[in-house]
Nanobody, 123 residues
């Protein structure tokens, strides 16, 4: 099973980007899915998660109100709309599929990971 993330790029502070993550085998259609990020020299951190049917979402405090996670259950895909981007949002963003159906926040709750897509926010 592969998760393919895309949509990263270079954007100015205050701008927007939309990340997409598609599954090779509809992974995530009955699972929670999430986004994590890792900045240079830092550990991977939780960004947002969504449960199996999209009815429950969880966000890190640093992105709440600016980012929106959504999923296409039929495709097992997940998206991250990022608005009002800040330089501190600069990181490699990873999508992931959880073991269970809930919107999980710990990396240990996730089984499959995408390759990452780089987001760079300039000041």
């Amino acid at each position: 099973v592969q998760l393919q993330a895309s949509g990263g790029g270079l954007v100015q502070a205050g701008g927007s980007l939309r990340l997409s993550c598609v599954s090779s085998k509809r992974t995530g259609s009955n699972n929670g899915m999430g986004w994590f990020r890792q900045a240079p020299g830092k550990e991977r951190e939780f960004v947002a998660a969504i449960n199996w049917n999209g009815g429950d979402t969880v966000y890190a405090a640093s992105v709440r109100g600016r980012f929106t996670i959504s999923k296409d259950r039929a495709r097992g895909s997940v998206y991250l709309q990022m608005n009002s981007l800040k330089p501190e949002d600069t990181a490699v963003y990873y999508c992931s599929s959880a073991r269970g159906s809930a919107a999980a926040t710990s990396p240990s709750d996730y089984t499959y990971w995408g390759q990452g897509t780089l987001v760079t926010v300039s000041s």
